[in-house]
């Protein structure tokens, strides 16, 4: 009996629970009630967002898979294709961070060879709170060290590098930690597989790990705020086995090699209800399946538990009739377990069987693809910020080694060294560079990645910090020499049935899908995550994006300076900054302890002549360093150029007029330091891009020294700086 | 020359040590799956990194039991060249190919970094392309590197210079700074760094190719002579 309370306990609302009886023609049964809830949840169905993602542009030249797969395909030439996609898994992650964290590694994992491609790269956008804040420090240091040790775990067993990525600490994640992973694979083109059912008659198979009872209403606890109670949601995690999902790897692109698989799909959030329903609904059949073959973990399990059981490391699979025993030798090798559970049907309905008996009689599509739709109202503007406080001058000299020290800033090496960054072999660019770099062997040419989001910018302005977020993520790539291609993106956000909260992801949006179509960079998929709040807290809008762009496989240009005696140029120019604009930045943020204002200015048009003249410096081998500005500005960058083996610094002298502390910290986009030997060219390219590019100095063997004009700023041992930035985070975690 | 790879379910470095010898190397390669009982004609063996069984357990210690190693065992026995990196060596460990352990890090966490290694000995299949005291850079990645023996293993070891490699900077606790270690008959090598990982510029370092040529001058040398066994 499906009563009232039953209904919201699903988080279904009364009108959602109507019209699933207006689909069944009928009452549902207990089944059919949580099957409708996890694929109805914000989580499976963007019943938020989907509207508002219409938007994003998603097609170009080298898109051959857009969103509704499991990744997005791009082609890179040479008969290869990469496969690509960002998640999010970021309330598994606060309630168990080990475990939530490893999972979201093995979830995106999947993701990626299910379509056939061997993964070859992750990166993490993570997002913590204060791990210095004397209250909530404590618990904010456990979560990252859980998180962190999580991916290792993972990737490292696994055999995929992780080898980029961001960490962001801020309060307001310090009951909403964020965990955004990207994965990258890499197949022949003709060896795309897609998640589609076809062929009556044809075999429904289940691989991997057999079922259990963890992650029941995972995609469901994703789907809401957390409370006081959201502790209790522990057994709602599910538990990671690496090893399991590299069988898993191996077994299926081997199968996949024999010809006799017509579709397949991993299973993760909302487990075999979802890849059941919408595997059908792709392929317009039906799927009928008998839940006493599923291999099962514990004894007793009822259909509901079985459905909507999150179980890592499974996948579904649809073979052809009569070549089942090719598939099952396969899986048989690798030691894992490989089930016929169902057919595919002609008539377009998820039929469910426990002991024989009809537990579940759905119609696909109407399951997986017409979820609710709703335009949430998001007229409301967020809380304005507090106005432009009187900036307090603050000296260049004692300021830039506390800049160095901000736990933004610092170096992240205690993270990225617990990570196998360099398996596979592949890694030209890892961890610390610009953007990483991954080389695929069988093409000669390499693959430029970088993610990016500033949820500060986003909090002031959710279209231009989204545009933001874009501008920097494609500048990354051009300052390794790639030319950006494709994007995905993972959409944080706090409770969509807030008008000013879904104001802020509407905006973002569109921010994101004007900047993408400007860098003729298309969203080929990604994830929404909404309801990160803890206690009506909500965080700040952080959109994440992840671009990633193509180059030939050559030696890297990196950060650091390489040798005294070369002219430094400011490509892009010192750029402008008034007090308002300043709200966003480190600077603000550390040493004025306030947000307020405007997210620095971007000029599209600039920006992208500004990556123009970078690539175009690069392709003529003229730069011997490079590096953008973001966080922190020049004076960080500058601090970060003299950070290699050498220690090679530099002497600067800027012609502004601009206030000496806003002149070294302001974050304005569109600018790359560069070291040269052949400034009067460099000027050349960017003079013909119309770019500013003032050379702005010389490097030096010893120290840093940075000059208004005659005046120093500020002048600096490069040890000492070096100490502050890289020995931050670990006197954090210590 | 033919070097044999041998592939446990959870090898995740089986494919980098391939491409190694046989893109940069410019020798020919196999791979050998985990429960043959063969290893057919090759000249070398190499246990590559990852996570044979998971390693839930200890690490390399299901590893042991596998047909295969059998196999390695006979191969070593004839006076084969074997070479175990990473979870290689912490499995020849468990297999009683080479003395010792290899437990958790000093710092209980998994890391990923270049080390500096010093050449301990160039008398050896696998170092007599180095010069003794020669200075090697290559990566480490593993998390259970720390290597450990008793104290008169240790002086056994030192005192028979099978010593092969040792960390200039100890990253993990490791006794005596050791990296890498040799059987008493020294056809068989065990090293936590991955020499792979250095084969060529584009990996940011070559260093770790003389390992490999130091095996081929070996196989070379001895071929009208030497017939490893496991050719059966």
New interface residues.
């Given amino acids: 009996m499906i009563t009232a309370d039953l209904i919201s306990q699903h988080q279904l609302t009364s009108a959602e629970y109507d019209k699933i009886v207006e689909i069944l023609g009928r009452e549902p049964s207990y089944t059919e009630l949580g099957i409708f809830s996890v694929m109805w949840s914000e989580h499976c169905s963007y019943k938020s967002s989907r509207l508002h993602l219409k938007k994003l542009p998603t097609r170009g030249k080298l898109v051959v898979q857009g969103p509704g797969e499991n990744a997005g395909i791009i082609d890179i030439g040479g008969g290869y294709v990469i496969a690509f996609k960002i998640e999010s898994h970021n309330h598994p992650s606060f309630i168990e961070p080990f475990q939530g964290a490893a999972t979201g590694v093995g979830g995106i994992l999947r993701d990626i060879f299910t379509m056939g491609a061997r993964p070859i790269a992750v990166l993490d956008s993570l997002r913590f709170g204060r791990p210095d804040d004397p209250i909530t420090g404590p618990r904010n240091r456990r979560i990252l060290t859980g998180v962190v040790?999580g991916i290792?775990h993972y990737g490292?067993?696994?055999?995929v590098p992780t080898v980029g990525g961001e960490c962001i600490f801020e309060p307001c994640y310090d009951g909403n930690p964020l965990v955004n992973v990207f994965a990258l694979g890499v197949c022949r083109k003709e060896d795309v597989f897609y998640a589609k059912a076809a062929g009556v008659g044809n075999p429904v198979i289940y691989v991997g790990a057999r079922t259990g009872r963890d992650g029941i209403h995972g995609a469901s606890m994703a789907s809401a705020e957390f409370t006081e109670e959201s502790k209790q949601k522990r057994p709602n995690v599910q538990v990671g086995?690496?090893?399991?999902e590299?069988?898993l790897l191996?077994a299926c692109l081997e199968a996949m090699q024999t010809g006799a698989i017509v579709g397949i799909q991993d299973m993760g959030a909302a487990g075999l209800t979802c890849s059941t329903c919408e595997m059908g609904s792709r392929g317009g059949v039906g799927i009928e399946i008998e839940l006493d073959l599923v291999p099962q973990r514990a004894a007793g399990m009822t259909p509901y538990e079985i459905m909507l059981s999150e179980s890592q490391e499974r996948m579904l699979l649809v073979a052809e009739k009569g070549r089942e025993a090719e598939v099952f030798r396969v899986f048989r090798k690798?030691?894992l377990e490989a089930v016929e559970i169902g057919t595919v049907t002609d008539d377009g309905r998820l039929r469910v069987r426990h002991h024989g008996e009809l537990v579940a009689d759905i119609p696909n599509r109407e399951l997986a693809d017409e979820a609710p739709l709703y335009d949430r109202p998001h007229d409301m503007q967020a809380p304005e910020i507090r106005p432009t406080p009187v900036l307090p001058k603050a000296d260049v000299q004692s300021t830039l080694p506390v800049l160095l020290a901000a736990p933004d800033i610092c170096s992240k090496r205690w993270i990225?060294?617990?990570?196998?960054?360099?398996?596979?072999?592949n890694?030209?660019a890892g961890p610390g560079a610009e953007a990483a770099v991954i080389?695929i062997?069988e093409t000669g040419t390499s693959v430029a990645m970088s993610l990016d989001g500033n949820g500060r910018y986003t909090r002031l302005s959710p279209r231009d910090g989204a545009m933001l977020a874009v501008a920097e993520a494609c500048r990354n790539l051009a300052t390794v020499g790639a030319r950006p291609v494709a994007a995905t993106n993972c959409l944080n956000f706090g409770n969509p049935e807030r008008p000013e909260i879904m104001a802020q992801l509407v905006a973002a949006i569109e921010g994101m899908a004007d900047a993408c179509r400007f860098f003729d960079t298309p969203i080929t998929g990604g994830n929404v995550s909404l309801y990160n709040e803890t206690l009506g807290e909500g965080i700040y809008p952080t959109p994440v994006l992840g671009v990633v762009g193509l180059l030939k496989?050559a030696?890297p240009v990196t950060i650091p300076f390489k040798h005294a005696g070369r002219s430094v140029v400011l490509l892009g120019g010192i750029g402008g900054c008034d007090d308002v604009h300043m709200g966003g930045t480190e600077y603000a943020k550390e040493i004025v302890k306030k947000l307020w204002g405007r997210p620095p200015l971007l000029d599209l048009e600039y920006e992208q002549r500004v990556q123009y003249a970078i690539r175009r410096i690069l392709a003529e081998g003229l730069a011997e360093s490079a590096h953008d500005l973001s966080d922190g500005g020049l004076a960080v960058a500058l601090a970060e150029c003299s950070f290699g083996p050498a220690e090679i610094g530099a002497q600067i002298e800027l012609d502004s007029n601009l206030r000496p502390d806003v002149l070294a910290f302001h974050e304005a986009p569109s600018r790359i330091l560069i070291s040269t030997t052949n400034p009067k060219r460099v000027v050349a390219v960017a003079e013909k891009y119309e770019v500013e590019a003032p050379v702005v100095g010389v490097t030096i063997e010893k120290g840093i020294e940075i000059r208004q004009r005659t005046i120093t700023l500020g002048s600096w041992e490069i040890a000492a700086l070096r100490s502050a930035y890289e020995g931050a985070l670990e006197s954090y975690v210590r | 020359m033919k070097f044999g790879v041998i592939v446990f379910p959870g090898s995740n470095c089986d494919h980098d040590a391939f491409y190694a010898v046989s893109a940069n190397l410019g020798q020919s390669a196999e791979f050998i799956w985990h429960d043959s009982r063969s290893l057919g004609d090759v000249d070398a063996v190499i246990l590559p990194g990852g996570f044979a069984y998971g390693d839930y357990l200890r690490c390399g210690a299901i590893a042991k039991f596998s047909p295969v190693m059998q196999a390695v065992r006979d191969f070593a026995a004839a006076g084969g060249l074997v070479l175990g990196v990473c979870n290689g060596f912490q499995i020849l460990v468990e297999a009683g190919l080479l003395p010792g352990a290899l437990i958790r890090n000093r710092s209980l966490k998994f890391i990923c970094r270049d080390v500096h290694l010093r050449t301990e000995t160039s008398r050896s299949a696998f170092t007599s392309a180095a010069q003794r005291g020669e200075i090697l850079r290559m990566p480490i990645a593993h998390g259970e590197g720390c290597y450990f023996a008793d104290e008169r293993t240790l002086d056994e070891l030192q005192a028979e210079d099978r010593i092969a490699f040792r960390y200039l900077d100890n990253p993990n606790g490791s006794a005596r700074d050791i990296a890498g270690i040799l059987n008493r008959q020294r056809n068989v090598m065990g090293m936590m760094p991955h020499p792979e990982r250095a084969t060529e510029p584009l990996m940011g370092s070559s260093d770790g190719l003389i390992i490999f040529e130091s095996m081929l001058r070996m196989v070379q040398a001895a071929r009208p002579a030497f017939a490893p066994a496991g050719r059966r």
């Avoid at chain 1, 490292?156 to 055999?159: D, E, K, L, T, V």
Wanted: proline content about 6%.
């Fill in positions: 040790s290792a490292n067993c696994f055999g086995d690496p090893f399991m590299k069988l191996e690798w030691g990225w060294q617990q990570y196998d960054h360099q398996v596979r072999t890694t030209i080389r062997k496989t030696p």
